[in-house]
């Protein structure tokens, strides 16, 4: 008898078919698995202001507006205290946020502008691609100020979607400095401002008409994507462009509050919260998404009425004084995070990417970060310490100027800039002093007034020794050590 190709080849099937189907049964099963276990991971967003002081939302003590909003968040979650940003500058502090690091660790000093040709060097690791070896879908709804050339933009620092302006809303043509001047001088200074969609510049002039939507244009954005993704894990980084002057608030809450413009453009913050919070909860997702609300330093109080305030700390920003370093810090997880706690341990924005990192379960990067995971004061756990033993600041000129060590902190002599407060969206004059070499003891003395340094030699000593271990590694100013690495160029 004579068997065709055909006929063996469908024995040959229908023999194996059993093995087939039980190989894509186990395929299936196992990609269930798969969606199943990364649904379980924790979702992630980052509200992150910009210029808002430590007293400017309620549960810090603001005054002459409402943020029911961040009041519950409160109430739900977790208040940090003693809070710290990486710098009191704009670019410092985010590439601090984004890379777990000591600004200068990665070698920014001070901010970028449209001008500039560097940026966070695309070598480093950031949260968002921390995060995306889990899986996690990631995007970046706002301010980015940590370079506006491609390779520096968030697209291409592991964010899959980014809507925003590339630095300070300021950086235009109608910065207050030149407002004076013919548009042809004022170009030659600050040329116009992009708004961005992932790489692409969907408008090449921002103008004041467009500023007014930005808020809601970016929380609405933060909303669609959550809904999108709501079925797998996410992270979201909403680097708000507000309370940053000029300021700016549309029609919803223009007027609405005692404080004026500003208390206005926080109450309009606020109601985005509350629309993140809202979509959570109707996507029932609410109970494994860590929602983390702070700011990038201190106000700018040059500003007066246009400017927050950091009561009851010392001066703001670009100081290396507690109103320039210390912000507001909201953290709410229900379940997670035990509702209506105060935690006053040393934490900072330097500490998101590995906490973040342990909770996801994903691989930290192979360099140096300076972050510590602070998940244990995040839940909550008793006798939970902070793991700084040493929280070190550095100025834009990436000098060690001051360092905290427990209740204690030393701030090296040093000038700083003390504002007359202007009006209006105008800032007034600065006043130059200087400070000499100052111990403060913040448990006691919160808004730096007492300096206890011939009082406290051995403490003074101990923080120096501090230092200098630190100088060894960062280096000072203009002398790098060997554990600063380079920017992006």
């Not at 630095?167 to 400095?177: L, Q």
């Not at 004076?180 to 921002?206: A, C, D, F, S």
């Not at 244990?376 to 008793?382: A, E």
Request: charged share 25%; net charge positive; hydrophobic share 35%.
């Amino acid at each position: 008898m004579t068997i065709s190709r055909v006929s063996i080849v469908f024995l040959f099937l229908h023999i194996l078919a059993p093995f087939l189907v039980a190989q894509d049964g186990n395929e299936e099963t196992r990609q269930k698995k798969d969606h199943a276990a990364s649904s379980r991971l924790p979702n992630f967003i980052i509200i992150f202001c910009d210029d808002m002081g430590y007293a400017d939302i309620g549960p810090f003590g603001a005054k002459g507006y409402q943020t029911p909003n961040l009041d519950r968040m409160a109430r739900e979650g977790i208040k940090f205290t003693d809070f710290y940003v990486g710098r009191s500058f704009c670019t410092p502090s985010r590439a601090a946020l984004m890379t777990g690091c000591i600004p200068t660790r990665v070698g920014i000093g001070g901010n970028f502008g449209p001008r500039s040709k560097t940026g966070l060097n695309p070598d480093e690791m950031t949260i968002a691609e921390v995060l995306k070896q889990k899986g996690y879908a990631t995007a970046c709804f706002g301010k980015w100020h940590l370079g506006h050339l491609p390779k520096f933009l968030p697209p291409n620092q592991g964010f899959d979607e980014y809507f925003g302006i590339p630095y300070s809303n300021d950086m235009w043509p109608f910065h207050p400095n030149v407002r004076h001047l013919p548009m042809e001088e004022r170009l030659k200074r600050w040329p116009h401002l992009p708004l961005y969609e992932g790489t692409t510049i969907i408008n090449p002039q921002v103008m004041a008409e467009d500023q007014v939507h930005l808020t809601t244009w970016l929380f609405e954005r933060a909303v669609k994507f959550i809904d999108k993704h709501s079925d797998r894990p996410f992270f979201v980084y909403l680097p708000s462009p507000q309370p940053h002057v000029p300021l700016f608030v549309s029609k919803k809450y223009k007027g609405k509050s005692e404080r004026g413009l500003f208390g206005d453009v926080i109450s309009e913050i606020d109601w985005g919260v509350g629309r993140i919070v809202n979509v959570l909860k109707k996507k029932r997702i609410d109970e494994r998404t860590c929602i983390v609300f702070s700011s990038d330093n201190g106000p700018w109080l040059s500003y007066g009425d246009h400017a927050g305030s950091a009561k009851p700390l010392r001066e703001g920003k670009g100081t290396n004084f507690e109103g320039g370093f210390r912000v507001p810090c909201l953290m709410r997880w229900p379940g997670k995070i035990p509702a209506g706690k105060v935690c006053g341990e040393i934490t900072g924005t330097i500490d998101l990417l590995p906490t973040f990192a342990r909770l996801a379960g994903a691989p930290l990067p192979d360099k140096t970060i300076d972050g510590k995971d602070i998940s244990d004061l995040m839940f909550g756990k008793p006798g939970a310490q902070t793991p700084h033993k040493v929280f070190y600041h550095y100025d834009g000129g990436n000098r060690l100027m001051a360092l905290r060590s427990g209740k204690w902190k030393l701030m090296f002599p040093q000038a700083y800039n003390s504002p007359i407060p202007g009006k209006g969206g105008l800032p007034g004059k600065g006043q130059r002093k200087n400070i000499e070499l100052s111990l403060f003891d913040l448990e006691s003395d919160i808004g730096e007034t007492t300096n206890v340094a011939e009082k406290h030699p051995e403490v003074v000593k101990r923080l120096k020794r501090y230092a200098e271990e630190m100088r060894r590694d960062l280096g000072d100013g203009k002398e790098a050590g060997p554990g600063r690495r380079s920017l992006g160029r």
